[in-house]
Nanobody, 121 residues
Framework: VQLQAFGGGLMQAGGSLKLSCAAAGSINSINAMGWYRQAPGKQRELVANIISSRRITNYADSVKGRFTISRDNAKNTVYLEMNNLKPEDTAAYYC???????????????WGQGTQVTVSS
């Protein structure tokens, strides 16, 4: 299983970016997909995630009202639309999927490569 993320870049404060991440490979079922971020010298933190079956979304307080997570189940793809970006949003963003490769197998976490988001003031 591989997760491939796209969409990072450099943006001015107040601008918008959209990240996407597609999961590919032997996938039986995906429980949840989401985005984490890690700034230099800081711990990795949850930005947002979406639980597939119940369409439940969770957001970090710092991004509520600005970021929107969505998912295309048919494409095993998760998106993160980021609006009104702030310099403190600067970080490497990592895609995460909690999935199982076969029926009755345990669900495991998989990670994509980081994509850098840099917001200038």
């Amino acid at each position: 299983v591989q997760l491939q993320a796209f969409g990072g870049g450099l943006m001015q404060a107040g601008g918008s970016l959209k990240l996407s991440c597609a999961a590919a490979g032997s996938i039986n079922s995906i429980n949840a997909m989401g985005w984490y971020r890690q700034a230099p010298g800081k711990q990795r933190e949850l930005v947002a995630n979406i639980i597939s079956s119940r369409r439940i979304t969770n957001y970090a307080d710092s991004v509520k009202g600005r970021f929107t997570i969505s998912r295309d189940n048919a494409k095993n793809t998760v998106y993160l639309e980021m609006n009104n970006l702030k310099p403190e949003d600067t970080a490497a963003y990592y895609c995460n999927a909690n999935l199982r490769e076969r029926l009755f197998a345990a669900y495991k976490d998989y990670w994509g490569q980081g994509t850098q988001v840099t917001v200038s003031s």
